[in-house]
């Protein structure tokens, strides 16, 4: 179990700088995701806590030692890449075992850990095979198994779903929350653009911005109460609407942040739209309306109640249920 702590830590490229002074805890046996929009620097950040990279400035810690000058694999981490990384000519058990071998582990205990690895991603049945003669699910699983096999303190994951397709995604990550329950001692850090992903697995959200953290919390934290209209935007799907203008002043608010479930249309309702478009999702329908905002405004209807395009509706926030920021996007309280 690792308790791992970032004390303003940087990292440049040449002249560029990509981790601008990153302060973090990440507590032991807890699940850490980190998001972001694209170039923000989270694989970067991930692969500094590996040792893939190392640190321009501050001190990473590994259960209170300094680790910025230890070697990925004096770190006891194990790293999920996108890509599987699976040596094509090694069976799946060969793939599993290579790494305990290399540090040393008798043919008694390769076959032991290998086959219990096995068994925790049901994998058991595959392992004579050779990699490309199983799925990608079933890859990325060999991949997972390799990294427990070596029972690290701390697990990276670099979006380790994002090549499966939408049911493997969906199987691969259940798979991957029952084995955060079963290996409730190792540490993990995860990568990932998925908003369920990040929303399912993660213990807690770091939100990352620009090479710097904007937020961490619990997804629920995240969800119900983010600290800025760049968090209120990035988590949750479809994005909460942030509405400027006299929406807004009405609540004494700059941006006034609603999610989509928390408007209704009512006949009566305090808003009015014209429909965009609706889209049924069958559990619920989104109905895309312009409000006289920059973007339509999302709302949520439970069930199959789509609205033709061009109809005028009515539609109120429900107002336990609004979120206000100021002008620097700050949430006001
Ligand atoms: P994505 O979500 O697109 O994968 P990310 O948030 O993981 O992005 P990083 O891969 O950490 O972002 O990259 C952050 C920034 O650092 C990007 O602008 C990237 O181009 C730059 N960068 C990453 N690695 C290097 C490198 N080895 N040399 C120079 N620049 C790099």
């Not at 040596?87 to 390769?110: C, I, R, W």
């Not at 997972?144 to 994951?157: D, S």
Request: include cysteine; charge should be neutral; proline fraction near 4%.
């Amino acid at each position: 179990m690792a308790h791992i702590k970032l004390e303003n830590i940087r990292k440049s490229f040449g002249a560029f700088e990509v981790i601008k002074g990153v302060d973090m805890e990440i507590r032991p046996g807890e699940f850490m995701v980190f998001v972001g929009p694209s170039g923000c620097g989270k694989s970067t950040l991930l692969r500094l806590i590996s040792g893939l990279e190392d640190a321009t400035g501050g001190d990473l810690l590994f259960d209170g030692e300094r680790v910025n000058d230890l070697v990925p694999s004096k770190r006891g981490i194990a790293m999920v890449f996108q890509s599987y990384a699976l040596y094509p000519h090694m069976t799946v058990f060969e793939n599993m075992a290579f790494g305990l071998k290399l540090s040393g582990a008798d043919a008694g205990q390769l076959k032991a850990r290998v086959t219990e690895a096995a068994r925790m991603l049901q994998i058991d049945h595959l392992l004579e095979r050779l990699p490309r003669q199983l799925s990608g699910g079933q890859r990325q699983r060999v991949a997972i198994g390799r990294a427990i096999t070596r029972n690290p303190r701390v697990f990276l994951f670099d979006e380790p779903l994002s090549n499966l397709d939408a049911a493997l995604r969906v199987s691969t990550r259940i798979e991957i929350a029952r084995l955060h329950k079963k290996m409730n001692d190792t540490t993990m850090v995860y990568v990932t653009h998925d908003q369920v992903e990040a929303m399912t697995l993660a213990d807690r959200i770091c939100v990352l911005r620009d090479g710097k953290v904007e937020q961490i919390g619990t997804p629920l934290e995240l969800y119900e109460q983010p600290n800025s209209t760049f968090v209120a935007g990035f988590i949750g799907s479809p994005k909460m609407n942030l509405l400027n203008g006299e929406k807004a002043g009405a609540y004494s608010c700059h941006t006034l942040g609603i999610r989509s479930e928390h408007l209704e249309i009512d006949e009566s309702g305090r808003w009015e739209g014209r429909v965009i478009h609706s889209e049924n999702l069958g559990s619920d329908t989104y109905v895309y309306a312009d409000a006289g905002a920059e973007e339509p405004v999302v709302i949520r209807q439970q069930g199959n109640r789509p609205v033709a395009p061009d109809t005028a509706i009515r539609f109120s926030p429900m107002e336990a249920h609004l979120h206000r920021f100021d002008e620097s996007g700050l949430r006001l309280r």
